[in-house]
């Protein structure tokens, strides 16, 4: 019974700990452009079987314990912040932006504070070049306009136009360091989806800090209530181990 009760509230712990870290890095991106929140996935099972020396499984009753089997992203909207900088760009739609990594990978992300590289290509910082539909855009200067529709222009004409890739907002992806992702669907735009690209704008994460706040405070409760409860369990087999010794 009471080994039960040790393995309960440790694996407690060790799952709202790890919910906590996730609440944790989303608190810590509140600023990052582009994030997109997570929350750990909760998995659940019964007659969960603990193994002992030997490798031996022991059945441990009936139970019900939970784990963090992965975390899950959440796509939704997040609201746009407008500077005027014509570097700026923020989408309001189902649609990605594409970046090439320079090491031949692509991929998605709705960070739009962009800026010239050395050589004059448009670059999302140190992550890598934006692509329009015929690879690595150059501007060569500062003077450019982006239509809602993502054409990108100069005084001389049409540039190229921004590659987007469609990504449902149901939609599981992978998320690469803090504000790109790697998707596997059909990244098609389907026909009749409505998007708007906002130069002047760049999309904030979408956290809201409040909610993050409380859900860190109650993990933080549950955390000290089941660490007391490890201690609690440890005090009644001390005791109970010191009344075996008398009993001899």
Request: proline content about 1%; hydrophobic content about 40%.
């Amino acid at each position: 019974m009471f080994l039960r009760g040790f393995y309960n509230a440790g694996q407690a712990i060790i799952v709202k700990q790890r919910e906590f870290n996730v609440t944790a890095n989303n608190m810590a991106n509140i600023n990052t452009a582009g994030f997109r929140k997570d929350e750990a996935t909760l998995n659940t099972f019964k007659d969960e079987l603990i193994w002992v020396q030997r490798r031996r499984a022991t059945h441990s009753g009936t139970f019900q314990q939970t784990y963090v089997e992965e975390s899950h992203t959440f796509l939704e909207q997040g609201a746009l912040e407008f500077t005027n900088s014509r570097f700026d760009a923020a989408i309001f739609g189902n649609v990605y932006f594409n970046i090439d990594d320079r090491a031949g990978n692509v991929y998605q992300t709705r960070a739009g504070q962009f800026e010239l590289d050395n050589e004059g290509y448009l670059v999302l910082g140190q992550s890598g070049r934006v692509q329009g539909v015929n690879g690595d855009i150059f501007i060569g200067s500062d003077d450019f306009i982006i239509t809602n529709d993502g054409v990108i222009m100069n005084d001389d004409g049409v540039i190229d136009t921004l590659l987007l890739t469609y990504i449902p907002p149901d939609a599981n992806v992978r998320k690469i360091g803090d504000n790109l992702f790697a998707y596997d669907g059909d990244a098609v735009i389907p026909e009749g989806e409505r998007f708007d690209i906002i130069q002047g704008a760049f999309e904030k994460s979408n956290v809201d800090a409040n909610k993050e706040m409380v859900k860190a405070l109650e993990l933080q409760r549950l955390l000290e209530a089941n660490s007391a409860a490890i201690k609690a369990y440890d005090m009644i087999n001390n005791r109970n181990a010191d009344m075996a010794k008398l009993n001899r």
